[in-house]
């Protein structure tokens, strides 16, 4: 999969500390657990097919 979009958005601090904390825990980078977060999110809405 070739990953040519970005996203750009702002946290909070607190937010920001416990989302890299999850991503370090899961032995993934920040980017990496967000998309996987936003995947699962978007398949469990029906609104992209599961993998």
């Not at 601090?13 to 978007?42: G, N, P, S």
Request: aromatic share 2%.
């Amino acid at each position: 999969m070739v990953r040519s979009a970005s996203l750009g958005i702002r946290i909070e601090q607190h937010v920001k500390d416990a989302l890299e904390a999850a991503a370090k825990a899961d032995r993934r980078t920040v980017a990496a657990y967000v998309e996987m977060l936003i995947i699962a999110d978007l398949e469990a809405k029906g609104l992209l097919p599961k993998a």
